[in-house]
């Protein structure tokens, strides 16, 4: 990920989650365009999930998940060492298969 960090979050499970502004650009306009502004809930997801559960398809890709309302606000992002990145965020109504890591207690 070239260019500046455009955020970068501590969660719970202590790790510092980053992005920046070229690649948050890709997952707001390609991706997800329906992430258009909403980076204060991605970093409140970040911060504050109700869920993270660990990827079954990639054992360091960690889901976190906030609902809003009738659906969950789900934030992917790689784990490596100490830190992490942001994959892509997506509004979902279920949370996906995987192991339970945290809940919010």
């Known amino acids: 990920m070239k260019g500046y960090i455009y955020f970068k979050v501590?969660?719970?499970l202590n790790k510092e989650?980053?992005?920046?502004?070229?690649?948050?650009?890709f997952v707001r306009t390609v991706k997800h365009p329906?992430?258009?502004?909403k980076e204060k809930e991605i970093i409140e997801?970040?911060?504050?999930?109700?869920?993270?559960?660990?990827?079954n398809k990639d054992?360091?890709?960690y889901l976190y998940y906030k609902s809003t309302g009738n659906?969950?606000?789900?934030?992917a992002c790689k784990h490596l060492n100490g830190d992490g990145f942001i994959i892509t965020t997506y509004?979902?109504?279920r949370l996906k298969e995987g192991e339970?890591?945290?809940k919010k207690g």
């Open 10 to 12: 501590q969660t719970p």
């Open 17 to 25: 989650i980053r992005t920046t502004k070229e690649y948050w650009d």
């Open 34 to 37: 329906n992430m258009e502004g």
């Open 45 to 55: 997801t970040l911060k504050y999930p109700e869920f993270i559960r660990k990827s």
């Open 59 to 61: 054992e360091r890709v």
């Open 71 to 75: 659906y969950f606000l789900c934030v």
């Open 91 to 93: 509004i979902t109504d």
């Open 100 to 102: 339970e890591i945290w």
